[in-house]
């Protein structure tokens, strides 16, 4: 049981590059969500999803897709990355069964874009 | 609006001291709130939660605390370990459990020999 996972572990683009990251969960958990970490700014949502084939736009959305194709995957794409998207993206699930209610994290990506 | 505010970007206690962090939140909305810890390199992981019908909830050496009237909440932690060096988030929901959060900007605790 992996948990939550997410690849890369860190990438360096140039402006206007894009990447996809990719987030996969092994809990069959309903929700997804991704987030960023930035200093002093604590954790905030960009996108989520509440089951396969949904997604819904977080705190921050501006300049990044996602799809949620299959349950257990959730992908967050930058498709014209630009210094201001230099963060850490954490990736997280939900679900109705959890003994505990909480979310649980992957490990993060680091991202910086040049 | 920061929603979810952690006044205190840094801590530091000697070990074996009490470590007490603090949350303070402006949505009357709020009927959830968790404690999550983060080493460097990894992600946040679950340490408590407090609902609000109750004032208290206690695991091990960590206990919560939540006073509603003042929209504030106390992560206790005592006595505190070198291994509790970490950035503590608290997190906050209105209606919905942990699906979803709102997040304050996190404490650095540093325990010291």
């Known amino acids: 049981n992996a948990g939550v996972t997410q690849t890369p572990k860190f990438r360096v683009l140039k402006t206007g590059q894009s990447m996809t990251l990719l987030c996969a969960q092994d809990m069959n958990h309903e929700y997804m969500y991704w987030y960023r970490q930035d200093p002093g700014m604590g954790l905030r949502l960009i996108h989520y999803?509440?089951?396969?084939?949904?997604?819904a736009k977080g705190e921050v959305p501006d300049g990044y897709n996602v799809s949620r194709l299959k349950k257990q995957n959730f992908l967050l794409g930058l498709e014209s990355a630009a210094p201001s998207q230099t963060s850490v993206y954490f990736c997280a699930s939900w679900g109705y069964t959890t003994s505990t209610d909480t979310q649980y994290f992957g490990p993060g990506t680091r991202l910086t874009v040049l | 609006d920061q929603q979810v505010k952690q006044n205190s970007p840094s801590l530091s206690v000697q070990e074996g001291r009490i470590s007490i962090l603090n949350c303070d939140y402006t949505n009357s909305m709020f009927d959830y709130f968790l404690w999550y810890k983060k080493y460097p390199a990894e992600g946040p992981t679950f340490l408590i939660s407090?609902?609000?019908?109750?004032d208290k909830n206690e695991d091990g050496r960590f206990t919560v605390f939540l006073n509603k009237s003042a929209k504030h909440l106390s992560l206790h932690i005592v006595p505190s370990q070198p291994g509790d060096s970490a950035v503590y988030f608290c997190a906050a929901s209105a209606g919905q459990g942990a699906s979803k959060l709102t997040f304050g900007t996190g404490t650095r605790l540093q325990v010291t020999l």
């Open positions: 407090i609902s609000s019908i109750k």
């Open positions: 999803s509440v089951g396969e084939g949904t997604t």
